[in-house]
């Protein structure tokens, strides 16, 4: 069973800036296997998708809404995905999720939250004044 636990999360005024991680763990998983994503949920919300990116890392990809401001990144080394979040506004408040799903294709990332297999427990990020 692959276990995803974030980190990280945390309350920043608007503007600023935070790192989320996601550290994968657990047979079978094996970093340049799975391709990886995040999503977020707002209260009240569905679960909506943030940033994706292949098995290899070579392929990513971004909602509208945070395009330009994030940047996903994978270290296959150390099994761990990242989300660098600048720029941060009000309403990207929520908890994010990591989730997972392997692909024998390395280019392929999913976007739709109901095709990964795998999820983390979330963590939350706060942006307020």
């Known amino acids: 069973q692959v276990q995803l636990v974030e980190s990280g999360g945390g309350t920043v005024l608007p503007g600023a800036s935070l790192k989320i991680s996601c550290v994968a763990s657990g047979p079978p998983y094996s970093s340049n296997s799975y391709a990886m994503a995040w999503f977020r949920q707002a209260p009240g919300l569905e679960r909506q998708f943030v940033a994706a990116?292949?098995?290899?890392?070579?392929?990513?990809d971004y909602a509208d809404s945070v395009k330009g401001r994030f940047t996903i990144s994978k270290d296959i080394a150390d099994n761990t995905l990242s989300l660098l979040m600048n720029s941060l506004k009000p309403e990207d408040t929520a908890v994010y999720y990591c989730?997972?799903?392997?692909?024998?294709?390395?280019?392929?990332?999913?976007?739709?939250?109901?095709?990964?297999?795998?999820w983390g427990q979330g963590t939350q990020v706060t942006v307020s004044s």
């Open positions: 989730a997972a799903r392997r692909y024998f294709d390395s280019t392929t990332y999913f976007t739709q939250a109901s095709d990964a297999t795998y």
């Open positions: 990116i292949s098995r290899s890392g070579s392929d990513s």
